[in-house]
């Protein structure tokens, strides 16, 4: 772990991945201390302010009825990770499990397991969550539903084929010589070297889930107003271009820092534990 955290902030791009994280986490937890106007984070209305260009104190300008701007893109962030952490904190542990169970007992549970999981990743993923989205009421619990609805398919994917070549193994076979149980030989032999895999994965699509909320936003299925969402302020900002540019360009300015920031480091994560294995 401390040689991966030297080689992260050894390597530019990773760094700036580190960097760019980290000013998305810090803004979401320290939300009420650096964004001038907290209140404006819910049914607020302020027409003596509204549609301002950016301008002190309203740095990234305000909305159609006199928010800052600048405090719902921070306090969107929260939102964004608390999606992000729920998501991935259901979708792993299924989608792990099921991989596990399909890639080392086989047979007809392989079969099945993998036939259901195939017919999820035959749907594209933004039609899939729409889908969902399309019979929930669209709150930010449903959106969570939708997106998870969608990703636990990946990792049973990655994890059913890594098992698959890890059970051929000679730690695997000596386990199963000395008479140890399946659920023992899944989740503490073979289940250990697969971590660096999805620890890689998840990384990556902390970015993409974030990514995919925002879609489900801008479509009208994801948070709603008056709760500020990145998705939802980019979709009500496009209306007004390029006269009032500001409501769209840092809202996605916001989604692209998020993602590319959790792209790099999942790529340095990526060749620094491929090399380790």
Not at 19 to 32: N, R, T, W, Y
Not at 154 to 183: C, D, P, Q
Not at 194 to 200: A, D, Q, R, Y
Not at 248 to 258: K, M, Q, Y
Request: overall charge negative.
């Amino acid at each position: 772990m401390k040689k991966t955290l030297v080689v992260l902030t050894h390597n530019p791009l990773s760094l700036i991945g580190l960097i760019l994280v980290g000013i998305v986490v810090l803004s979401a937890i320290f939300a009420d201390f650096i964004t001038p106007f907290p209140e404006h984070v819910g049914a607020v209305v302020d027409f003596t302010n509204f549609n301002k260009p950016p301008q002190w104190p309203n740095i990234f300008g305000t909305d159609l009825v006199g928010r800052d701007l600048f405090t719902r893109v921070v306090y969107a962030y929260r939102i964004s990770l608390i999606l992000g952490i729920v998501v991935l904190a259901i979708a792993v542990p299924i989608g792990v499990a099921i991989g596990l169970a399909a890639g080392y007992l086989g047979g007809w549970t392989e079969y099945l397991l993998m036939r259901i999981t195939d017919v999820f990743l035959s749907i594209p993923p933004l039609v899939l969550a729409m889908s969902v989205m399309g019979l929930l009421e669209p709150t930010l619990t449903n959106g969570m539903i939708a997106v998870t609805a969608m990703w636990w398919p990946w990792y049973t994917r990655l994890v059913y084929n890594l098992v698959r070549s890890e059970k051929e193994e000679g730690y695997v076979l000596a386990a199963e010589v000395i008479g140890a149980s399946k659920m023992h030989i899944m989740f503490r032999e073979i289940l250990p070297n697969c971590v660096p895999s999805i620890l890689t994965k998840m990384t990556l699509d902390f970015g993409f889930v974030i990514l995919i909320a925002s879609s489900l936003s801008f479509l009208g299925l994801g948070v709603q107003p008056p709760t500020p969402d990145l998705g939802s302020m980019v979709a009500e900002g496009a209306k007004y271009l390029p006269d009032s540019w500001w409501l769209t360009v840092f809202p996605g300015l916001a989604i692209l820092i998020a993602v590319f920031g959790f792209n790099l480091i999942g790529d340095a994560l990526r060749e620094i534990l491929g090399g380790e294995q």
